[in-house]
């Protein structure tokens, strides 16, 4: 399930710490994404949402860029059980009415709000002095909630006079003039949460904010304030990050535990399966760098790369460290894997080049977009990481990254164009037949939705396992694709792993093999159809074994707007559903590019 952070015009600088910590206290459990207006106007995302965040900012963006259609549209997803969180600009938006600096020229804001989420008039600012992208205005205020009291950071917040109590609860008012701060409604089936104050503001922020102004002239009086504001904030650390989880919790959020990332450095372990290679991938990065001071260190487009052995110390987070493999312990097994991928290929193309870290920020992310790096590594080298900061999906939406999910992004360098749209076609195939050929895995009953997910059926329905990813690049009259892989293997969250479906032990080592060798075998018998008109054809049989859509009914919409029912017959020989109407044409559909569902927004692709 996701978590829809709002990523429009009218945001704040504030919004990047919001996210962080959403993603400090969600992430186990959900997928915390920002989106443009455009995914709350036309997207479907009302089934696959569990929250809708409204950042600090200014109001009045906000009710252009989602006009009238994406208003409702959160309206009616809240009255239908959805849940909405709105901080300062946020609650301004959901509230009955505005009255922002009354009086005030330029200032000045009133009118009614048509969200209308929390039956308040949100009236600021609570501090005098609020000057736009300044801390003028800004002050660590005292709140005080049912059990307690503390202060938390406002800029240019309100304070919420309700205007209907009936379905409303105070969970914080402020302490001077005993105003609510913060607001809890039911909506319908749903709830909302306003706050006046930034609880997402922790002191380690302002420090960061201060540090960046140390050497700005212009920065002079906000650097002054916020040395003042610090240690009040400071001393409430612990209250404040309390309070955010229980606010998240009566929105029926699962907080399972902070989920955090190390600040410690961890390297990329390169390792092959044949020790000339791995003496091959060293002189090629060694001949890449640039050496100083005995370190030796690639500059690529999206990151720096310091190249060296173990025992290297690193203290830059901003670097990444590849350091060739020598038998040490790692989560993910290596020598299991490679002897695993062995027993199936004796001979292998994928997975003989593998390269592993306990945390990087995207698998996806370093091989697509540093090609110094990705160039020196082999077509059919994987990397697989435990975790991921930052993991990357369709669209917007990106893999949810915990211990027990297996994560990893192939590089395959690729010849021939009318089969690359069919290459993730292949990788879902492998993924399926790969689970169900390895030990204790026979009789999952596992699918494929087009174009990139992977289900399970379960006692509950069906529920979503995996999803792949391909990116490519036409790169020295080849295409250099990035093929990457989120597949829940022994994490029972976000929504279900294999391990849940089998009282037999899975391990992630063998799986990856079986997926590996599996796509190898495809691959090979792809090569041999270059040049043919329909260049899957010879697939097509098992690849609807396992997809879900069969006859499925669709509603697609045409050049016009119009909207018509059409049943899906199969793939055509562009990678596009083939449909038949009701009227019995035959027809190619595309997705519009929603990332929520791909069957919810299918039009005629334009011939």
Known sequence: MNVLIYDGPGVTSLQQPLIKVLKKLLCNSYDVIPVDPQTFINAPFEETTSLIVMPGGRDLLFLESLGTRGINKIRNYVSNGGKYLGICGGGYFASKRVE????????????????????????????????????????????????????????????????????????ATYTNNNEPAIVETVIGKGKSIVLGPHLEVSSDLLQEQMASMLNDPQKKEDLEILTLLYPEILNYEQKRYKLFANILQRLGMVLDGEYTFEDAIHPIW????????????????????????????????????????????????SKELLVFYQDKPTSFDILKFQKCLLEYAPYPTFGKVLLFSELTSSTQTLIEKNPTFANILPSG?????????AGKGRGKNSWISQKGCLQFSMRLIHTNVGSVIFIQYLMGLAVVQGIRK??????????????????????????????ILTTSEFFQ??????????????NSKPSVCLQDLTPNKIEMETILAAILSEFELLYTELVTYFGIDDVFAPFRERYYRYWLHTNQSVNVEDADGNITECHIRGLDENGFLKAKTTSGNLISLQPDG??????????YVKK
């Open 438 to 467: 390895t030990k204790g895995c026979k009789e999952l009953n596992v699918h494929l939705k087009w174009p990139n997910d992977i289900y399970a059926k379960t006692p509950d329905g069906l529920k979503k396992i995996g999803g």
């Open 270 to 317: 390169i390792s092959t399966v044949n020790p000339e290679d791995k003496q091959y991938l060293k002189s090629q990065f060694l001949s890449a760098a640039t050496k100083k001071d005995g370190v030796y260190s690639i500059s690529d487009n999206a990151s720096e790369w310091i190249v060296g052995e173990t025992g290297i110390e690193l203290k830059d987070p």
């Open 594 to 603: 929603n990332s929520f569902d791909m069957l919810k927004g299918l039009i």
């Open 381 to 389: 080298s994987v990397f697989v990481a435990s975790q991921q900061s």
């Open 477 to 490: 009259k080849s295409f250099a694709l990035t093929v990457g892989c989120g597949l829940n293997v022994l």
């Open 100 to 171: 922002f600096e009354v009086g005030r020229p330029q200032y000045e804001v009133v009118g009614d709000r048509p969200l209308q989420l929390c039956p308040a008039v949100a009236k600021g600012c609570v501090v005098k002095g609020f000057e736009y992208n300044t801390e003028r205005g800004s002050a660590a205020v005292e709140i005080k909630t049912q059990d307690d009291t503390l202060k938390v950071y406002v800029n240019g917040g309100p304070s919420f006079h309700l205007t209907d109590t009936a379905n409303t609860t105070v969970l």
